[in-house]
């Protein structure tokens, strides 16, 4: 590497944040135009590219009242105790699924039409799914309505894709507890589905019609 | 600091100090899923407690492939949501005045997540130190004035400049590293 070309990472910062006086400022400026790509490009790239990232996020530690409560939390578990506020987590077992249903000669299936029905049972309700293939690509809706027992509507409804694992959706439902996902790709999800009270968590489920 | 499987099998045991890893490890992630949502100081720290309560609940549930921070950024950012919801509901008048997605949450979120937890992973491998003072540089809420840092710091206002670039270095060398790019 030509070492003319070298520049300290300090410089090259305060060049970009605007400390250096004005006759630095432009000799390093004439500096750069002048070099051949060098890794002082590489070095300057990256920081543009970090300075960029700091205007649009925020990362901060939470006040330190709050790594003692954790450590509390963590005893409390320990001790068997359910801290205050923390939601039930509750898990739903399939119940019906049209796509399991044994092919009957000469009998139309239950829905008349192209969509799978799963029904799902939990302890605090229950959770019917519809996967409708759309016609134009070879994707999916899935739409559903949640009879949840004793809660208010609306719930939110997290889809998570599960390899690679990433979200798909986060909708809130109707007054009914009825919602709409449409346009997903025919992959390996799971559901959630929380309240102020509850989570429920759908076993995986492979988003075929 | 252990992997993250390691860490989940020392808690399931009963080990204090594996949970305060993982604390120490993921909660300023947590807490930033939060306020880069749009949530208060105070908000933001209860989505803390309760996502790390669910983690609680859920130390039997992963296996050796666990990916604990995207996994933690998921509950934050569903329990972020819920609560956003809430304080709208509250607010609107009409109920059209709902809206959908959350602002903030718009714009390429799965990128923006993803580049939010690879930061953390390379803050967590600098020295305490180091970290803190990039942190209030470049990642504080409201932008910090020198002599704030170096007040907080405990440090002489002259040091900053050289620490920075030193840190920064070392914080570019762990995220060139890693398979992510800006």
């Known amino acids: 590497m030509n070492n003319k070309t070298q520049i300290p990472l300090e410089k090259l910062i305060d060049w970009l944040e605007g400390w250096l006086p004005a006759d630095e400022y432009a000799a390093l400026y004439k500096r750069l135009q002048t070099a051949v790509p060098s890794q002082v490009h590489a070095d300057l790239a990256w920081l543009q590219s970090f300075l960029a990232l700091s205007q649009e996020i925020t990362l901060s530690e939470p006040p330190a009242h709050v790594s003692e409560q954790l450590r509390q939390q963590f005893q409390d578990h320990l001790a068997g105790q359910r801290p205050p506020n923390i939601l039930q987590r509750v898990a739903a077992a399939l119940t019906f699924d049209s796509a399991r249903r044994p092919a009957l000669a000469g009998v139309r299936g239950s829905t008349g039409s192209a969509s799978r029905q799963l029904v799902y049972s939990a302890d605090v309700g229950d959770i019917a799914l519809n996967i409708l293939p759309q016609s134009t690509s070879h994707r999916v809706t899935l739409y559903g309505q949640i009879f949840a027992d004793h809660e208010a509507y609306p719930l939110h409804v997290q889809l998570l894709q599960t390899d690679p694992v990433r979200e798909l959706a986060l909708v809130t439902t109707d007054e009914l507890g009825e919602f709409t996902l449409p346009e997903l790709p025919v992959t390996a999800v799971s559901l959630i589905i929380s309240s102020h009270q509850f989570e429920i968590t759908l076993p995986p489920l492979h988003l075929t019609a | 600091m252990h992997d993250d499987w390691t860490l989940i099998q020392a808690c399931r045991r009963g080990d204090p100090l594996a949970w305060e890893q993982i604390v120490a490890k993921y909660q300023r992630l947590v807490y930033s899923v939060a306020l880069n949502l749009g949530l208060t100081n105070d908000d933001a720290s209860d989505i803390v407690q309760i996502t790390f309560g669910i ?13 604990l921070g995207g996994w933690l950024i998921t509950v934050a950012r569903r329990h972020t949501w819920r609560l956003r919801q809430r304080y709208q509901r509250e607010i609107a008048h009409d109920p059209d005045d709902l809206i959908e997605q959350a602002p903030h949450d718009s714009h390429n979120p799965f990128q923006q997540w993803d580049t939010l937890e690879w930061l953390n992973d390379g803050l967590n491998l600098l020295d305490p130190r180091c970290r ?38 070392r914080l570019k060398q762990h995220l060139t590293q890693k398979p992510r790019s800006f």
Do not use: T
């Not at chain 2, 983690?55 to 990916?67: C, G, I, M, P």
């Open chain 2, 55 to 67: 983690l609680l609940q859920s130390l039997h549930s992963f296996d050796e492939n666990v990916r």
């Open chain 2, 132 to 169: 803190e003072l990039l942190m209030l540089l470049y990642f504080a809420k409201e932008p910090l004035p020198y002599s704030d840092v170096a007040q907080r710091l405990n440090m002489p206002v002259g040091s900053i400049g050289p620490n920075r670039a030193r840190c920064l270095a």
